[in-house]
T-cell receptor, first 111, second 114 residues
Framework: QKEVEQNSGPLSVPEGAIASLNCTYS??????FFWYRQYSGKSPELIMF????GDKEDGRFTAQLNKASQYVSLLIRDSQPSDSATYLC???????????FGKGTHLIIQP | GAVVSQHPSWVICKSGTSVKIECRSL??????MFWYRQFPKQSLMLMAT?????????EQGVEKDKFLINHASLTLSTLTVTSAHPEDSSFYIC??????????FGPGTRLTVT
């Protein structure tokens, strides 16, 4: 049974600071990793995905993957109040596989 | 690009009736679509993988006779909740795999069974 672990939070970060979200996964065969943002009552929005070790940057967001440690993280720079949401980490074993989600981290950006 | 739509966005039905939810990929063809369910305060759980032209693959614990999935074309998959009961009330969300590795979600369908 694949597992994706996240700290549920809430994680409180001052506006303008860097928010750091972490995720670990159990299956060494996992290939791709996804970060989604979900506002209350809404469907998840894809922030970015990563499948190679190292960092991947997209605007204010940086995903980091360390397959040896089975660890994925998401950094949000210059945090804004609109970034307040639940952030879901997910993994996939392959292209045709569905995603296994963590329970999400509730992020609060304090103005 | 890679837009996924769902219909209806919300539905209320009586216990014992059946409800059909549609998932469409609007600007791309999706050979594979996925159906998830999310209960309040919980994360998304994969229910089944829908492949165009073949039978769906269900996750362990998901009743295939209760949750009927049809993927008749490259842009449409449907989920029918048969003989719905209050415990089936949930947020049902579909996802479609595009040509890359992206997994885009539809806006979801909130089902309430009374």
């Amino acid at each position: 049974q694949k597992e994706v672990e996240q700290n549920s939070g809430p994680l409180s970060v001052p506006e303008g600071a860097i928010a750091s979200l972490n995720c670990t996964y159990s299956d060494r065969g996992s290939q791709s990793f996804f970060w989604y943002r979900q506002y209350s009552g809404k469907s998840p929005e894809l922030i970015m995905f990563i499948y190679s070790n190292g960092d991947k940057e997209d605007g204010r967001f940086t995903a980091q993957l360390n397959k040896a440690s089975q660890y994925v993280s998401l950094l949000i720079r210059d945090s804004q109040p609109s970034d307040s949401a639940t952030y879901l980490c997910a993994e996939s074993g392959g292209g045709a596989d569905g995603l296994t989600f963590g329970k999400g981290t509730h992020l609060i950006i304090q103005p | 690009g890679a837009v996924v739509s769902q219909h209806p966005s919300w539905v209320i039905c009586k216990s014992g009736t059946s409800v059909k939810i549609e998932c469409r990929s609007l600007d791309f063809q999706a050979t594979t679509m996925f159906w998830y369910r999310q209960f309040p305060k919980q994360s998304l759980m994969l229910m089944a993988t829908s492949n165009e032209g073949s039978k769906a693959t269900y996750e362990q614990g998901v009743e295939k006779d209760k949750f009927l999935i049809n993927h008749a074309s490259l842009t449409l998959s449907t989920l029918t909740v048969t003989s719905a009961h209050p415990e089936d009330s949930s947020f049902y969300i579909c996802s479609a795999r595009d040509a890359g590795t992206g997994r885009n979600f539809g806006p979801g369908t909130r089902l309430t069974v009374t």
